[in-house]
């Protein structure tokens, strides 16, 4: 009985169409990560105005739409499985679209918890997780650097899209400024054009290295899966069928039992930690230089300074970490623990040009911790498991997400100020690091567990 051949073995690595699955990806994390969830903080003290709400429910916006955006994580990875990545990301750029335009209608803060919070950021995460697991399939020798391009383009829209926002709010309101979300949000229906379903590069795989006696190639991208079985079958020898179960990727049996890696609970609670803390200081940043006198427009600018350090450092990270410069663990640990320092000094400051160097700090090292993740997930549970260890491990940050923006506006409305929100952030960060010490007690549990099955 022939052996099912994966799709990372059939999927060109490194070349040709994987640049073009990079550039689909990249919009996508450029709209969502800058467009949806960093630009919300310019628009709090406009929303909290207009419905007169606290700033505790004000954040339960944005903490419902990351939480949405991240939960869905593993069923829209599973999902693509089903239909493909090309549709679910399209669905997803749909859904987001129809969020923010109908937010513009809402005329209580309750329908902007199910617009921009619930649909918009459902189709947030049907783009978002789809785009980054179909990476690791398409590059190998240099994954490392196209997850820095990618995490890149995420911190260029955390710096170009609060700027815009800012200047589309003045322009048209807060109902304007969302119809016009809408209608960048659909640019992610178009990433999705970019995913080519995976049976184009089973069929020919199938073809050339297993069935058939004679190369066949297709000439069109547009052949349907039944085209695909009729031609193998063609030209294969009697005793092998080619069938739509032949044509799916394969999976480990037991790729679930990951899960029960210690590990990876590790990873999963110190990332966690750190990307849903740093993403709040996008919304934390705005209100809290507002208070101490800064102008809305600096205050903007300081948001551009932490997208700016975090694209260079993106970019530079994972062209360093393909050529093994620095030890990946080492880094992704130094990081964490200098952005929780710097995340404690926000308080601490109270003009423009000093709050700007711990923005630069945070930007710079949070977007390490975005590239070396996915990358550490790779080396150390392997390519195949992609789909379910970045899948879960963002489909339970969710729940940081979900609480981290609400805890820290309920510490505002108690305090009457940010300081103690920006300390908080930082101990959490200090112990995502703090947490990562236990590595070798996980490897050490996870061999035990290995030897008693």
Avoid at 83 to 105: D, E, K, N, Q
Avoid at 278 to 304: Q, R
């Amino acid at each position: 009985m022939q052996e099912k051949p994966h799709l990372a073995r059939a999927v060109p690595k490194d070349t040709g169409w994987a640049w073009m699955a990079l550039l689909g990806t990249a919009i996508v994390q450029f709209l969502v990560t800058g467009g949806c969830v960093d630009s919300f903080g310019v628009l709090f003290t406009t929303i909290q105005q207009k419905f007169d709400a606290t700033a505790t429910q004000t954040a339960w916006i944005h903490a419902t739409l990351a939480f949405c955006c991240l939960i869905t994580a593993t069923p829209a990875t599973l999902l693509c499985r089903r239909i493909g990545t090309r549709p679910v990301v399209i669905i997803g750029g749909i859904l987001m679209t129809v969020g923010f335009a109908l937010s513009a209608f809402a005329d209580n803060i309750w329908m902007m918890y199910i617009t921009y919070g619930l649909v918009a950021g459902v189709g947030a995460g049907l783009s978002y997780a789809p785009s980054i697991v179909i990476i690791g399939t398409y590059f190998e020798k240099r994954r490392a650097l196209a997850y820095g391009i990618v995490f890149c383009s995420a911190s260029v829209g955390s710096f170009i899209a609060p700027p815009a926002v800012r200047y589309i709010l003045d322009s048209y309101g807060l109902e304007g400024t969302c119809l016009i979300m809408g209608g960048v949000a659909f640019h992610a229906t178009v990433s999705g054009m970019l995913f080519r379903p995976p049976q184009f590069y089973l069929a020919r795989y199938l073809m050339r290295e297993r069935f058939c006696r004679k190369t066949t190639p297709f000439q069109s991208e547009e052949c349907t899966q039944d085209d695909i079985i009729l031609e193998c079958n063609a030209n294969t020898s009697n005793d092998i069928t080619v069938t739509a179960d032949n044509l799916q990727p394969n999976e480990p049996p037991s790729k679930w039992n990951i899960l029960k890696n210690p590990l990876l609970h590790i990873y999963i609670v110190s990332f966690s930690l750190v990307d849903s803390t740093y993403h709040n200081i996008f919304t934390m940043i705005p209100p809290h230089a507002s208070d101490i006198g800064i102008d809305s427009y600096k205050a903007v600018n300081l948001l551009t300074i932490a997208g700016i350090s975090g694209s260079v450092s993106r970019l530079l990270t994972g062209w360093f970490a393909d050529f093994s410069l620095v030890g990946k663990k080492h880094f992704y640990l130094v990081s964490i623990a200098i952005c929780a320092v710097a995340l404690c000094v926000f308080p601490l400051v109270g003009q423009f040009a000093h709050m700007a160097v711990p923005c630069a700090i945070c930007g710079m090292l949070a977007g390490s911790v975005n590239v070396l993740a996915p990358v550490l997930l790779a080396e150390e549970f392997g390519v195949v498991y992609i789909p379910v260890t970045y899948g879960v491990m963002y489909s339970m940050s969710a729940f940081f997400y979900l609480a981290s923006p609400v805890l820290m506006g309920f510490l505002r409305d108690l305090t009457g100020r940010w300081d103690d929100s920006f300390f908080v952030s930082g101990s959490l960060v200090m112990f995502a690091a703090i947490l990562n010490l236990a590595e070798p007690w996980a490897l050490k549990r996870g061999r035990k567990q290995m030897e008693q099955k």
